[in-house]
């Protein structure tokens, strides 16, 4: 079986929209319960851990349900745009943040981030699954994350730098620049996409 080092443009550029959203968001991950109990009134350890809870709760009550409903509907155009929506709410929550100054902001912005993730994850995983080229879904399933984890390598600690030179909010500013920097490298292949 001869593999192929030549990969589609959708994988392509769907990859380098995860490298620049998980790369932007690596930046404030490690680090995020550092914020919470540091920055936010009535932030603590126990805080810090719910609201990840709130955004994991609200991503998997809304995610099923949806992909179901777009899985109903024929062609790519649908999962695209929903894939758009979904990735931009993402990408703003970041830009919250920077306002946000008690627990009830922190659990807010949580619930409005796991409503992106809900939108964005299933259908960026239904075109990635539909345009992987045969006989390389291995090797390009590999190549997404391989790049992606070295992106969360690079910028793993830069995040503790840059917040602790420059603060949280220059961070938050940062992240959301990016996630929205890695959305619109989505619209390189929308002509690529199934309309049928």
Known sequence: MKISFSINKVIRFLTISDILMLSGWGLINPIFAVFVTNQIQGGNVEMAGLVITVFL?????????????????????????VMIIGSLIISLTAFLYIFARTVSH?????????????????TWLAIFTRHVDSHQEGFEWSIYYTTTDLGGAVVA???GVIANYLGFQPLF??????????TAFLFVFYGDLRKR
């Open 57 to 81: 709760l609200t991503k998997c009550l809304i995610q099923i349900p949806l992909a179901w409903f777009i899985d109903r509907k024929k062609g790519e155009i649908d999962d695209f745009w």
């Open 106 to 122: 922190i659990f807010l912005i949580q619930v409005i981030s796991g409503f992106g993730a809900a939108l964005s994850y299933p």
């Open 157 to 159: 600690g830069l995040g």
């Open 173 to 182: 500013l940062l992240v959301g620049l990016l996630s929205l920097l890695g």
